[in-house]
């Protein structure tokens, strides 16, 4: 099970503004291209204040924000005709460089660091791979969890949340990373498997 499950209800809330976009001449594409470039400001935008540690509250900000211009990108491709090869591209890349970027900051703080944040980063985007590549052996584009997109966001959100208002971060902290690598290798493992028994 996976946050993503809730999607389609959370679809139904934005359709009114998804087309009100369309109707302003709005793209998928654009919506994309921002939603990659948001993501990239905020994380230099905290790496720039370090050490301050108030401006991790951009994160769960963003973040929900993220979720719901992703949503609006899909519906205006599906529901307005904008699909395009090119955007399946940029849809793929964006999400992997916006998790990247978003993520990142996190490694300047004790005792997270570069090593248990560049995990995170790797196996993330390996996840992201392993869902892509269904489409290649005959089985759809999976989503599947534990640590899916919307599981991260929930996750690196309310760490934001809590360093920008100053909580504290002791040693023992690090063992939410590690759950975090664990749950994306499995996640990782159960898409590959999901997808060569949905291809058979």
Known sequence: MTLYALKPRFQNLLR?????????????????????AGPVA??????????????????????????????????????FAQKSRLGAYLNELCDVVSDAALYAPFALLAPFGPFWIGLVILLAALSEFAGVLGPMTGASRRYDGPMGKSDRALVFGALGLWVGLGGPLPGW???????????????????VRAGLAEAR
């Open 42 to 79: 905020v994380g230099v935008s905290i790496a720039a204040a370090a050490p301050e540690r108030w401006p991790f509250l951009l994160l769960p900000l963003w973040l929900c924000i993220r979720m719901a211009l992703n949503a609006v990108d899909g519906m205006l491709a599906r529901d």
């Open 16 to 36: 009114p503004a998804v087309a009100a976009l369309a109707r302003a001449g709005a793209t998928a594409n654009q919506v994309t291209l921002a939603a990659a």
């Open 173 to 191: 902290s690090v063992i939410i990373l590690v759950v975090v690598a664990i749950l994306l290798a499995l996640t990782i493992v159960h898409r």
